[in-house]
């Protein structure tokens, strides 16, 4: 059985949609959902699916082995970060080279780096694409590897929409939203089964 570890921070859709995913599959399975945010929507979403959570604050994610320790106990065969705000430390990517993927909700190398999460993208595409209306422009996903830096790592996968004149920072997150639902557990599944 291959395991999966998800990292959260906040509402958890992208989590569901990967914990549903792998429901029931006799190669894949999501073993633990960590959270920095104790009251994170993703800890109930994920109980409700029968998966184990656990919650840590910043002394256990940087200053301690907890987390690693928790990592090397379940002996994971890819951890995902799914809306997961806080940079991932060097010393656990180390431990698992290669084995820590993120999905941002924009084209890198654009609209990433530090703050650039969330709707903070979104109104930032959605700005360029207003102070831009005579060329087009797109967004969508990228799946990459984690470093120690933000939005940095290589890329795995990505897929773009175009951005049209009725967009609104609002609609713009629920197509890149779909299309992370769409794309992400099957991508996952990709990398883990080849
Ligand atoms: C997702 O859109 C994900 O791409 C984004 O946070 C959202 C989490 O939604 N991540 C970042 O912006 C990282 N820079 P969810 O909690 O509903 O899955």
Not at 154 to 168: G, L, M, N, S, W
């Amino acid at each position: 059985m291959k395991r999966i570890v998800i990292f959260a921070s906040g509402n958890g859709t992208n989590a569901q949609r990967i914990i549903n995913h792998f429901k029931g599959s006799s190669d894949i399975e999501v073993a633990q959902v960590l959270s920095n945010k104790k009251s994170a929507k993703v800890l109930e979403r994920a109980a409700a699916s029968g998966v184990r959570t656990a919650s840590f604050d910043r002394n256990d994610f940087y200053k301690t082995d907890t987390l690693l320790n928790i990592l090397k106990n379940i002996k994971p065969d890819i951890i995902v970060l799914a809306g997961f705000l806080w940079l991932f430390p060097e010393k656990i990517i180390n431990i698992f080279p290669d084995s820590v993927i993120n999905i941002h909700p924009a084209l890198l190398p654009d609209f990433g780096g530090k703050g650039m999460y969330g709707k903070h993208v979104h109104e930032a595409v959605f700005a360029f694409a207003k102070a831009n209306s005579e060329q087009k422009t797109y967004t969508g996903i990228t799946i990459h590897k984690v470093t120690p830096e933000y939005d940095k790592g290589k890329y795995i996968f990505q897929t773009k929409i175009e951005v049209t004149p009725e967009d609104t920072p609002e609609t713009i997150a629920k197509k890149v939203r779909e299309l992370e639902h769409k794309h992400f557990p099957e991508v996952i599944e990709k990398i883990l089964m080849g």
